[in-house]
Structure formats: C-alpha cells, structure tokens
C-alpha cells in the first residue's frame, strides 16, 4: 500500500513518513496539492493547512482513494467542505501514529469490502441474466417458502426483491453444518434466504419450520414441503440443467429450443439437434414454444 503524504511541515511529514515505513508502509511526500496531483497513491493524507492552495482540486481527482485529513481545527473550510467532497475522515494534529493507522487500516478493509462487493454483485448478475421472469417482486412478504424446479430463478427473484426494497439478506445453505447457529445469530434487520432442505433429515426439517416460527425468511426447496407457512410455486421451462442431471430427449430438445430459438435460425437449430425443419416445427407445436414476434 503506497501513501502519499501532502504537507508543507517537511520535518512533520518526514515523521510519519518515517514511521508509517517502519510499519511496512510505502511513502511519498509531496509540498503542495499541485505536485500530488501526478502522484499514483492508495492513501492520501491530507493537510488542510497549506498555504494559498485548496485541497478541493485533490480530493475530487482522487475521491476514490482512501483520503484523511490532517487538521490543525475543525470548521466547514478544514473539514466539513472537504468531507462533502469526497475525503474520508480526518485527524487533529498533532495525533498519535497509532491512531492514524488504525483509521487507515479501517478505510482499507472498507474499500476493500466495497471491491468484493461489487464483484460478487457483477458476477450474480451474470449469472443469472439469462434466467427470465415475469414474477412481481413487490408481491413478497415474509416469511415464504417457494417451491420451484429451479433454484437459480428462485434466486434471481430474491436478489431482485432484497436490491430493490434495500434489504439485506443472510445466506443460510443447509448443506452447511453451522446452518443452525448462522440462523440464532443472525441480525433481526435482515431477511434469512434458505436452500437445499432436501439435504436434511425429517426431524431436522420438523426442527427447522419450528425454529423459523421467529423469523424473517424466504425458503427455496425443489421438494414439496408441508408448513404452516404461506407457500408459492414458482417453475420455469428456461431450466439451465446441471452437468450431472440426466435428461430425457424430449426435455433436452425443449431446452434447446426454448434456449437457443432467438439465437439461430430454424435451418441451423433444427441441423445442430440433427433433425428436419418439419420435425423442428412439431416439437414447437407440442411444446408451445413458437416464437413471439
């Protein structure tokens, strides 16, 4: 991690450079907001008190970093101004070394977070952005069980309804054998999303209904259940089939023609399935899958 110090005190900025690099850190130091301005750093610390320059030009090139004031006062000009512009937080001068470096350690285990975050949300919608549905997300309340021949939909509806609403959602797989203790500690602020009951025994599917009596939940299950709790069904015919699941001929076909009619024409799909036109036509009509113009 390189941190870029900003600050006119060449002896003060010597110092925690000094220190900052006996804790492993990399430094620059740079007089004037000017010359940082053609740095390349992940933490800037900024002062606020340089002569005649703003540190606004700076802080809006860099909002992204991780930016800590460094400030002989607080008033809106020093800390307030600059905060709505993009820095991070702020330190009074003078200030320990450790108290610096625990709010930078704090920033960047935030942005790391934020990084991963945003990766894993670009990844689910990849990866269910071929999945279609027309089911209103609005119409969830808690708790619910959905009983579906396909989870990933089951998913891609949850995911919708937790971003849209702003919910936060606890992942609760049963296959995990702390699935349990990750239920009682979960926050009362978030919705409990569980899968694969299948994977329980019948005195732990009894268990699980019974403690679930407390909480927020959506239970997703390829099995028929009986509960006491509001349940809906929900297939699709768009089912993207697992690697080791065995499928008929005729749900193959209607798989790949439901999946693949909008991509190629009839005379290449009804060739890459190795049969005619008229056979491809039957199959449309049997599986009502004609397409919609």
């Known amino acids: 991690m390189k941190i870029i110090i900003v600050e006119n005190e060449l002896y003060l900025a010597q110092s925690i450079a000094s220190k900052l690099s006996g804790n492993g850190y990399d430094t620059e130091i740079y007089s004037s907001t ?4 053609k740095s390349h750093g992940d933490v800037y610390l900024l002062s606020t008190n340089l002569p005649g320059q703003s540190p606004a030009p700076l802080i809006k090139e860099f909002k992204d970093k991780i930016i800590i004031l460094m400030v002989n006062y607080i008033n809106n000009d020093t800390v307030g101004e600059p905060l709505r512009l993009g820095a991070k937080d702020y330190i009074v001068k003078p200030f320990m070394l450790e108290d610096l470096m625990r709010k930078i350690g704090h920033y960047n285990e935030y942005q790391t977070l934020r990084r991963q975050t945003s990766l894993y949300q670009e990844y689910m919608q990849n990866l269910l952005s071929d999945i279609k549905t027309d089911f209103e997300v609005d119409t969830i309340t808690t708790p619910l069980i959905i009983e579906t021949n396909y989870q990933r939909l ?9 971003e849209k609403n702003s919910i936060f959602l606890t992942f609760v797989p049963l296959r995990d054998k702390d699935w349990r203790e990750k239920i009682s500690k979960s926050s009362s602020n978030t919705i409990l999303y569980i899968t694969e009951i299948h994977e329980l025994k019948k005195t732990d599917r009894e268990f699980l209904l019974d403690l679930l009596k407390a909480y927020h939940f959506i239970l997703c299950t390829t099995v028929p259940i009986e509960s006491e709790f509001k349940t809906l069904t929900l297939n699709t015919d768009s089912k993207l089939y697992d690697q080791n699941e065995i499928l008929t001929i005729d749900d193959y076909v209607k798989f790949i023609v439901n999946s693949f009619q909008y991509k190629l024409p009839d005379t290449e799909l009804s060739k890459k399935l190795g049969i005619s036109r008229k056979s491809l036509w039957e199959k449309r009509k049997k599986y009502n899958l004609f397409k919609k113009k």
């Open 154 to 162: 089951v998913d891609k509806i949850v995911f919708e309804h937790a």
């Open 34 to 37: 000017k010359e940082a301005m």
